[in-house]
């Protein structure tokens, strides 16, 4: 005989709609994934190619880049650096007291001898490099504020937009990194990015 008609009390039974019900508010409560963590995840960027828009002088980049003389100025306005065989182009904005306000690098087409020429490897602080793909820019930043259609030398591509102004004034403000689409399943890939210390 059941342990509660021995007690002389009788035994409680759960109606089965309400155990039901139980049941499937649990499978349905969503579990803390990984995915949801990296929707909130986001981080904010100080420097690309070593160097820190709003802080830095041009002096500082013609320092740290001696070896690699900027090819091209604009009244003393722009600095540009051509990337040797990687065809890649660095590209600084100054303001009227020649301290950095936009670094800029963007992808252009291989010649020559890399091993060679050893050119410099410009990238962000966090170490975005041009033409790594747009999945590890959302592992490194995770979602941009938009995105937005664009194009270069007439292929369609992606803009990228990051705000930093969530990180303080005393950050770089604005990072754009522009990139190819995706496609066949593939992701796109990084053909430029832009650091900057007020809004673009």
């Not at 039901?20 to 986001?42: C, D, F, G, V």
């Not at 979602?143 to 770089?172: H, I």
Request: aromatic share 6%; charged share 20%.
């Amino acid at each position: 005989m059941p342990a509660g008609l021995r007690s002389g009390h009788p035994v409680r039974r759960v109606p089965l709609a309400a155990l039901l019900t139980s049941t499937l508010a649990i499978a349905q409560t969503p579990p803390k994934s990984t995915a949801q963590k990296a929707t909130t995840h986001r981080a904010n960027e100080l420097t690309l190619a070593g160097l820190r828009p709003g802080r830095d002088a041009a002096a500082k980049a013609t320092r740290l880049y001696h070896g690699w003389p900027p090819q091209l100025t604009n009244n003393g306005e722009q600095l540009v650096w051509l990337g040797g065989c990687r065809g890649n182009v660095f590209t600084i904005d100054l303001d009227g007291d020649q301290r950095i306000q936009v670094l800029r690098v963007t992808k252009g087409p291989r010649f020559g001898d890399c091993v060679a020429t050893k050119p410099p490897s410009w990238k962000t602080g966090r170490g975005l490099r041009l033409s790594d793909s747009t999945a590890k820019v959302t592992q490194l930043y995770g979602e941009p504020d938009s995105r937005s259609p664009s194009t270069k030398n007439g292929q369609p591509l992606e803009l990228w937009y990051y705000a930093f102004d969530w990180a303080g004034p005393d950050v770089p403000q604005v990072m754009e990194v522009l990139c190819t689409k995706e496609k066949d399943g593939q992701p796109g890939y990084v053909v430029e990015i832009t650091l900057a210390a007020p809004s673009l």
